[in-house]
């Protein structure tokens, strides 16, 4: 299964809210074929997630872990929409 993981420093509220977004889009383009998960920053590395997702100030750090999705903004929706479609266009799941 394709999975995407969303990080922040913390792995606590901000990685949640952004998963649960996530979701909710997946959602509105009938993807169901894909999990969603949140962590921390640190404990990402022992994940095998085929996109991760994070804001721009831990986004370098994810880098090296796998293709990356970079968010200027956590809250803005049009902003995560559009980068997750582009993202599951590119890896053929849309």
Known sequence: MFKILVCCGSGLGSSFMIEMNIKKILKELNVDNVEVGHSDLSS???????????????ASNLEALGDTVSLNSMIDM??????????????EIL
């Open 44 to 58: 990402a590395s022992g994940s095998n997630a085929d996109i991760y997702v994070g804001t721009r100030d831990i």
């Open 78 to 91: 049009n902003e995560l929409r559009e980068k997750l479609v582009a993202k599951l266009k590119e890896k």
